[in-house]
């Protein structure tokens, strides 16, 4: 018999003489080296890693977590019943309903622009439903091309910058600086009231903007994000406007961009129903693409995302669309801003854990974050002894930028009696 002399590089390979070795396969396609760029992996998942470990070492120890921003408090009856009844529909012939519109539901759209934009000439057809802020910055990202430059707050959520990286908008990361080549840091600080410095940023064509800000609560006053549309128009940019947190406003801060006159000339407007809403694990948020922002070319933006949408997307489930109309509803804001109130109320709690040991506070008063300063240490390092010492998960601040190192983020989205016992080990480890 005549035995073959190839060898499947997925199959074990066993020698006279050796071990079974085993071998990986391997194809002739390349990795994107833009992907080769990214840093240590995505913050949270390193997160969740370090919390694994933790949990080895101590397996009997009561671990609680202020660490990712997920929401706890459950979704209001009147918001829940809606969906469940559009749910039972769908097992019924006449309730039954298959694809919807890629955009959102027309219904939907209406109301985000009446509700959430009323007073500010947002019309539905300029509102995109989607399966939640996050998966819109990267579909944001398909509008401009890989060598479209890019400024971002720093500290900031991380991804915008993760896929900036992955479109191949960066250079290759630099060690020393903890930054990337060609992505602009706009640094917020303390110094700045947490707002960068336009006069010393050089223009880029994007320039990402959270507000109120995640990791450090604060939200832009009506002052900044005037001088922000300013800026945008005389350089000619577009702002990539992140207003996830918006309804944790309480004082006169803008919530929208389009509360600035001609804004709509520059922004995109991005925002979700997940932490208001408790719809972090439903999965709904939206965008807005004013017909007046235009290329270079003068084509609209809004073509092109439309295009993009229609490509890339089915739409979202028509489920946590009819809980998104229960949202907007007068019943269903009442039960929301109850939540948003428990919420707050944990923010005030953590705020003064850390204030009163004398550390430098922010946050707390218009977001679900509370920013800590820690003078002359590492982020990782406080983040690694709080573990340890209290068994408590925060977030490192360098994990959203240079500009986070010497901070924690503390999320107020947790269970009451959670926040409070968080709050007399933390006492007991800070006093």
């Known amino acids: ?197 336009l006069s010393s940023v050089p223009r880029t064509d994007v320039i990402f903007i959270c507000s109120p800000n995640n990791p450090t609560g604060h939200a832009a006053s009506r002052d900044q994000l005037s001088r922000l549309v300013d800026f945008a128009r005389s350089n000619g940019s577009i702002i990539v406007y992140d207003s996830a947190y918006a309804a944790f406003i309480s004082d006169d801060s803008p919530r929208s961009i389009y509360e600035i006159p001609r804004a709509k000339e520059v922004a995109i407007e991005i925002s979700s129903f997940s932490k208001f809403a408790g719809f972090t694990g439903v999965r709904l948020g939206w965008t807005v693409v004013p017909e007046e922002l235009r290329y270079s070319n003068g084509s609209p933006v809004l073509k092109d995302f439309d295009r993009i949408i229609c490509t890339s997307f089915n739409g979202a489930s028509s489920i946590a669309q009819t809980g998104g109309l229960a949202c907007l509803s007068s019943e269903g804001s009442k039960a929301i801003r109850g939540v948003i109130k428990f919420y707050m109320e944990n923010a005030k709690i953590m705020a003064k854990t850390f204030k009163s040991p004398g550390f430098e506070v922010y946050g707390g008063d218009n977001s679900p974050y509370v920013w800590v300063n820690f003078p002359g240490r590492r982020s990782w390092d406080v983040f690694n002894e709080i573990l340890e010492k209290t068994n408590i998960i925060t977030i490192p601040g360098v994990g959203f930028g240079p500009g986070g190192e010497g901070f924690i983020r503390i999320s107020s989205l947790g269970h009451r009696e959670d926040v409070l016992e968080a709050s007399s080990r933390l006492r007991n480890l800070l006093e």
């Not at 997920?70 to 529909?89: G, L, R, Y």
């Open 1 to 197: 018999m005549i035995q073959s002399s190839l060898i499947h590089l997925n199959e074990p390979l066993v020698l006279p003489g050796n071990p079974l070795v085993k071998t990986v396969s391997r194809t002739k396609v390349p990795r994107n080296l833009n992907m080769e760029k990214l840093q240590n992996g995505y913050l949270f998942p390193e997160i969740g890693r370090r919390q694994v470990e933790h949990m080895n070492k101590c397996p009997d120890a009561k671990l609680i977590n202020l660490g990712i921003g997920d929401t706890t408090q459950p979704i209001p009856h009147v918001i829940a019943t809606a969906m469940a009844e559009h749910c039972m529909a769908l097992g019924t012939p006449k309730g039954y309903r298959g694809y919807g519109a890629e955009q959102g539901n027309k219904e939907l759209r209406e109301e985000i622009a009446q509700t959430i934009y009323g007073g500010l000439d947002i019309k539905g057809t300029e509102v995109f439903v989607s399966d939640g802020a996050q998966c819109d910055i990267s579909r944001v990202q398909l509008l401009f091309g890989s060598n479209t430059t890019i400024a971002l707050q720093d500290p900031t959520f991380p991804g915008y910058l993760d896929s900036s990286v992955i479109m191949g908008r960066s250079g290759s990361f630099e060690e020393r600086r903890g930054e990337y080549a060609k992505i602009e840091y706009m640094r917020c600080t303390p110094d700045n009231m947490f707002f960068p410095d």
